[in-house]
């Protein structure tokens, strides 16, 4: 064995595979894994004591809106500083490529904004994202929303036969770019009247290749199980798998009921090629509109264009001191984002659990006062609901956030411990990794994340950027 850049020496491996873990040393020439194993003798440029450490894969966090922020702000402190290496990108049906000038319409106004950075194709957005790295990974995923907003006239109907000829175009532009697939959100205002049938036209591009589709379903209240069967059906006449992101049970009236939305998974499953992922926690987070309002206990305002100090305020309390209804003070807001109180905490530990189920953030890294799953979702899984409510074993919720991912999204030597593969590892306390950010505080940084790697380069270290920028574009291969 030659001399390498770093050896990691005396760690416990969780090699992202859900196997058991094991004491080993690791070491790395280049951007790769070069050996795992009992590395006593060997020479290495740097050491690194790893000894009550776990040693993993970094994590690789399949839904985000980190879009613009890659760009905006490259130390992507608000992943990094959770163990995350890898983001994906395009989620939700809005990805900020190729929207070019066309207007940033709700929700696109979540990855997009008035003066930020704007891309007509995939191969510019990448360009730009290889000519400033970030200090982590990403790949992308084209969104039929912004599609529909840089080829239709009019947003409120069913996409006609040019118009789709148009966004297929995209769609193969986007995929030769190298995205690893698409997203829908036909839950949005803005593709609500994409009918099953648009979306499968549009999305033709994809047969035959190993790109996904994944979904902010149409519903996820009262016709969760009918909005699951739609993409489910659109994804396998397609041959291609089918990710329900963020899945949930939104609403009282729909408390308990993920047993029968993992039941349709387990049955989809058996014909088909589908899989989820859900970030932890019983609060979504989106654009501020009546429908989501009326389906949540409380709302907690994210930013009001209208009325900035409104965000980290209860829509309640607002109402009440402007004397507004809430419908009314919802109006006065816009455009706005909120955080929703909305599900039950039995569903979201049934749905972490299933073996399926993948971890995402989908934090919103624009919003003023964002929901604490930007900067909490991994170290919450790892502290919360594995140290303190045993709901898995450690090696199972790594296998949720790098094993599991890499080969649902298709992210070649990623998500594992092993030799070859990248290394983009994650140095963590398994007796102190937590999440500190709160619904009250949400911006604080996790506690007990030791060290970051990304393609062999130190990106985080002891609570801090070390400025380094090694993240690449992961490419459909
Ligand atoms: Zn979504």
Same mark, same amino acid.
């Given at each position: 064995?030659?001399?390498?850049?770093?050896?990691?020496?005396?760690?416990?491996?969780?090699?992202?595979?859900?196997?058991?873990?094991?004491?080993?040393?690791?070491?790395?020439?280049?951007?790769?894994?070069?050996?795992?194993?009992?590395?006593?003798?060997?020479?290495?440029?740097?050491?690194?004591?790893?000894?009550?450490?776990?040693?993993?894969?970094?994590?690789?966090?399949?839904?985000?809106?980190?879009?613009?922020?890659?760009?905006?702000?490259?130390?992507?402190?608000?992943?990094?500083?959770?163990?995350?290496?890898?983001?994906? &990108?395009?989620?939700?049906?809005?990805?900020?490529?190729?929207?070019?000038?066309?207007?940033?319409?709700?929700?696109?106004?979540?990855?997009?904004?008035?003066?930020?950075?704007?891309?007509?194709?995939?191969?510019?957005?990448?360009?730009?994202?290889?000519?400033?790295?970030?200090?982590? +990974?990403?790949? #992308?995923?084209?969104?039929?929303?912004?599609?529909?907003?840089?080829?239709?006239?009019?947003?409120?109907?069913?996409? +006609?036969?040019?118009?789709?000829?148009?966004?297929?175009?995209?769609?193969?532009?986007?995929?030769?770019?190298?995205?690893?697939?698409?997203?829908?959100?036909?839950?949005?205002?803005?593709?609500?009247?994409?009918?099953?049938?648009?979306?499968?036209?549009?999305?033709?591009?994809?047969?035959?290749?190993?790109?996904?589709?994944?979904?902010?379903?149409?519903?996820?209240?009262?016709?969760?199980?009918?909005?699951?069967?739609?993409?489910?059906?659109?994804?396998?006449?397609?041959?291609?798998?089918? &990710?329900?992101?963020?899945?949930?049970?939104?609403?009282?009236? +729909?408390?308990?009921?993920?047993?029968?939305?993992?039941?349709?998974?387990?049955?989809?499953?058996?014909?088909?090629?589908?899989?989820?992922?859900?970030?932890?926690?019983?609060?979504?987070?989106?654009?501020?509109?009546? #429908?989501?309002?009326?389906?949540?206990?409380?709302?907690?305002?994210?930013?009001?264009?209208?009325?900035?100090?409104?965000?980290?305020?209860?829509?309640?309390?607002?109402?009440?001191?402007?004397?507004?209804?809430?419908?009314?003070?919802?109006?006065?807001?816009?455009? #706005?984002?909120?955080?929703?109180?909305?599900?039950?905490?039995?569903?979201?530990?049934?749905?972490?659990?299933?073996?399926?189920?993948?971890?995402?953030?989908?934090?919103?890294?624009?919003?003023?006062?964002?929901?604490?799953?930007?900067?909490?979702?991994?170290?919450?899984?790892?502290?919360?609901?594995?140290?303190?409510?045993?709901?898995?074993?450690?090696?199972?919720?790594?296998?949720?956030?790098?094993?599991?991912?890499?080969?649902?999204?298709?992210?070649?030597?990623?998500?594992?411990?092993?030799?070859?593969?990248?290394?983009?590892?994650?140095?963590?306390?398994?007796?102190?990794?937590?999440?500190?950010?709160?619904?009250?505080?949400?911006?604080?940084?996790?506690?007990?994340?030791?060290? &970051?790697?990304?393609?062999?380069?130190?990106?985080?270290?002891?609570?801090?950027?070390?400025?380094?920028?090694?993240?690449?574009?992961?490419?459909?291969?």
């Amino acid at each position: 064995m030659p001399h390498v850049d770093l050896l990691l020496r005396g760690g416990t491996v969780i090699d992202g595979t859900g196997a058991p873990r094991r004491t080993a040393d690791v070491a790395v020439s280049g951007e790769r894994i070069a050996a795992v194993g009992a590395l006593g003798g060997l020479a290495a440029t740097r050491v690194v004591d790893a000894r009550g450490l776990v040693v993993a894969p970094g994590f690789i966090d399949v839904h985000t809106h980190d879009d613009r922020l890659l760009l905006a702000a490259p130390d992507m402190a608000p992943k990094v500083s959770q163990g995350v290496t890898t983001v994906i &990108v395009g989620n939700c049906g809005i990805s900020l490529a190729p929207l070019g000038n066309a207007e940033a319409v709700p929700p696109i106004n979540l990855v997009a904004d008035a003066g930020g950075e704007r891309f007509g194709s995939f191969a510019g957005y990448f360009a730009a994202l290889e000519a400033r790295p970030a200090a982590i +990974n990403c790949a #992308a995923l084209a969104g039929h929303t912004t599609l529909r907003a840089v080829s239709m006239a009019d947003l409120g109907q069913p996409a +006609n036969d040019a118009e789709i000829a148009v966004m297929q175009a995209h769609v193969r532009e986007a995929l030769a770019a190298g995205a690893i697939g698409v997203s829908t959100g036909t839950y949005y205002g803005p593709a609500a009247a994409a009918t099953a049938d648009e979306v499968r036209r549009i999305f033709e591009p994809l047969r035959g290749t190993c790109a996904v589709i994944a979904s902010h379903i149409r519903d996820e209240a009262e016709g969760v199980l009918d909005a699951m069967q739609e993409v489910f059906a659109i994804a396998s006449g397609l041959g291609v798998r089918q &990710v329900v992101s963020h899945h949930k049970v939104i609403g009282t009236a +729909n408390f308990g009921r993920s047993r029968e939305t993992l039941a349709a998974f387990d049955t989809a499953r058996r014909s088909g090629d589908v899989c989820l992922d859900c970030y932890p926690y019983t609060a979504s987070s989106t654009i501020l509109t009546q #429908a989501a309002a009326r389906q949540a206990q409380r709302v907690l305002v994210a930013w009001s264009t209208a009325r900035p100090a409104a965000a980290g305020r209860y829509l309640d309390e607002l109402a009440a001191e402007a004397g507004l209804a809430p419908e009314a003070m919802i109006d006065a807001l816009q455009p #706005a984002g909120a955080i929703y109180f909305s599900m039950d905490e039995a569903d979201v530990e049934r749905i972490l659990q299933y073996p399926e189920t993948m971890v995402g953030s989908d934090g919103l890294p624009h919003d003023v006062f964002p929901h604490p799953r930007l900067w909490g979702a991994f170290p919450r899984v790892l502290g919360h609901y594995v140290r303190e409510r045993g709901l898995f074993s450690l090696e199972v919720a790594v296998h949720k956030m790098t094993g599991l991912p890499a080969s649902r999204f298709g992210l070649a030597a990623r998500g594992r411990v092993e030799p070859g593969c990248q290394a983009d590892l994650t140095l963590f306390d398994p007796a102190r990794i937590l999440d500190t950010a709160t619904f009250a505080q949400p911006t604080a940084q996790a506690a007990g994340i030791a060290a &970051v790697f990304v393609n062999g380069v130190e990106a985080w270290h002891d609570g801090g950027s070390t400025g380094a920028r090694s993240g690449q574009v992961i490419r459909r291969h």
